[in-house]
Every structure is written in C-alpha cells, then in structure tokens.
C-alpha cells in the first residue's frame, strides 16, 4: 500500500511539474522573450523607431543580449532615473504617445489600445495564452 501510495504522489507530481506548472508559470519566467528581442533586432534596421511599451520594464535586458551594438552605440543609450533604458539607438522604452510619430513607427506591447491608424503585423502567444505581444505598424509616412 505505502508504494502504491507513493507511485500514485509521485504520478500527481510529475504531471503538475511538467504539463501544469510550465504553462502558469511561463510569465514569471519571461517566456518568449528571447523570442520577441530577436524580431526586435531584426526590425531595427527596417523602421524609422520602434515603440516598447510591455508591462514588464526590464525587457530592455533582451534586446541589450541579442542586438549587436558597437561601444560606442553603447555609450549613447539614455538611461532613466531608476537606471532602466529609456532608449537605444532608435528603440524607445517610454510610455509616451507614438501613433502620431511620422514615418515607420513598430509598437512592441502586451497591450491593444491603439488607434485604427495603426495595423497588426504580428501576434505572439506564449506559454499561459495571457501573454500576448502584438507587434504594430503604424501607417504615417513621412
């Protein structure tokens, strides 16, 4: 009975730790983030200034891994009061107001609240399917 009892613990466990445990708790382990830094890395090039608006403030530690950056592009980023970045060549971390910025604007967010001149080109679900990144074009052209 004691091993029986135990087999039966043992099961329970191991399905919580790898089917349960993974899914909610993908958030607090940033899942996707490695992910979205990279497609960031790979629009710097292509818009005028790409908008990161995540409720998370230290994504700017993943684009700082996988974009290259000179020294001397690194000594230019601007940093904010609490030491965070607040910009990075032409990526920005504020929560200021993009959608009337000219030219080609990207808007990183885990949030919908744009403005119809704006389209979707992107969505990226990870993990727990609450965390939702939706990459953003804005159509002002210069």
């Known amino acids: 009975i004691t091993i029986a009892l135990c087999l039966v613990s043992f099961a329970g466990f191991s399905y919580h730790y790898f ?31 790409i908008w990161i608006q ?18 001397g592009e690194f000594n230019k980023f601007e940093f904010n009061d609490h030491y965070y970045l607040a910009k990075m060549n032409n990526i920005y971390f504020d929560k200021n107001d993009f959608t009337n910025e000219p030219g080609r604007v990207l808007l990183v967010t885990d949030n ?15 993990g727990d399917n609450k965390q939702v990144f939706f990459i953003w074009k804005n159509n002002h052209e210069k």
């Not at 995540?54 to 020294?71: G, I, K, N, V």
């Not at 919908?112 to 990870?126: A, M, N, P, Q, R």
């Open 19 to 49: 089917n349960v445990y993974p899914q909610d708790s993908a958030h607090n382990w940033q899942a996707g983030y490695e992910q979205l830094a990279k497609k960031v890395c790979a629009y710097q090039n292509k818009v005028d200034k």
């Open 54 to 71: 995540l409720t998370d403030q230290r994504f700017f530690l993943w684009p700082l891994a996988y974009c290259e950056y000179s020294q």
């Open 112 to 126: 919908s609240h744009l403005d119809s001149s704006s389209v979707i080109e992107s969505k990226y679900t990870f």
